[in-house]
């Protein structure tokens, strides 16, 4: 899949200083699940899946998910953060094989 | 007689608390190593990952704070909308400091732990996410001042979603 890694961050439209603004993230990932083998047994190997989301705004984090397997494939958080000034989003998502795919969105106001 | 009784019995009592000191402190110095050396999601219980993630502190019930939003039934436990919304001011005294998401039946049961920032503004998050089958869905709050609220709900999964 050459789509691995394309971030896409959704923000309202108009945002006034103050509010307190929802950010919708979304990562084309396939987030590989645990496979066994006949016997029931893990399989040990490196799998590919996404474990850290950072959201910083204006170079301070905001939010940070840890993830496991259980999110499903090409995930999707949201979260929220107080605009207080014209800035820059960045959402940065990490994934066990050392990818790191970034999603920037401008904060701007109307 | 009665003596002898009374010493062994006071021996005993004496062990188990300071069996229960060890552990309490081993609990205390495990808890920062844990968040970074042991991977997040592990293949055990659910009971064992509550007691690997918060050392059995007390929990209150978060229902009147916490809102965790499931569907009832998921027709496809591939993909799974849950948020959870917290009560709270988010100032930098009192804020929401993690909100750990728990499947119960999952056999990886943490499904994921988000630090928040009292920047977040509104302690809300939400995510897709993978159900193996019916069964209850936690969400555990920590807040800034270390009080854990727990809320559940049971969600039917008619397709699981979980190959591990």
Do not use: W
């Not at chain 2, 019995?9 to 300071?18: E, G, H, K, N, Q």
């Not at chain 2, 205390?28 to 690997?52: F, T, Y």
């Amino acid at each position: 899949m050459s789509d691995i890694g394309k971030v896409r961050l959704r923000i309202p439209s108009s945002v006034k200083p103050g509010d307190v603004v929802q950010v919708r993230a979304l990562v084309i990932h396939p987030m590989e699940r645990i496979e066994r083998d006949a016997q029931g047994k893990i399989i040990q190997k490196n799998y590919n899946y996404i474990n850290k989301v950072v959201a910083m705004y204006l170079g301070r984090t905001v939010a940070t998910f840890d993830t496991t397997q259980n999110v499903a494939e090409n995930p999707f958080f949201t979260f929220n953060f107080k605009a207080t000034d014209p800035g820059q989003l960045k959402v940065q998502f990490l994934d066990t094989t050392g990818g790191r795919y970034e999603g920037t969105a401008d904060i701007k106001f109307s | 007689m009665t003596e002898d009784h009374h010493r062994v019995s006071r021996r005993t009592a004496l062990l188990s608390l300071s069996a229960l000191g060890v552990a309490a402190a081993g609990g205390i110095m495990m808890m920062p190593r844990s968040a970074s050396a042991q991977a997040l999601g592990q293949n055990e219980s659910v009971e064992d990952a509550i007691k690997r993630l918060f050392g059995g502190k007390p929990m209150k019930d978060g229902a009147a704070a916490v809102k965790l939003d499931v569907p009832l039934i998921a027709e496809n436990g591939a993909v799974v909308p849950i948020s959870v919304s917290v009560e709270s001011p988010m100032t930098p005294t009192n804020y929401v400091k993690h909100i750990y998401v728990v499947a119960d039946k999952n056999r990886i049961p943490v499904v994921t732990r988000v630090t928040l920032a009292p920047e977040a503004g509104r302690a809300f998050v939400g995510a897709n996410i993978r159900l193996g089958e019916s069964g209850d869905v936690r969400a555990i709050v920590e807040q800034s001042d270390g009080t854990l609220l727990a809320v559940k709900r049971e969600v039917k999964v008619t397709v699981g979603g979980c190959g591990g």
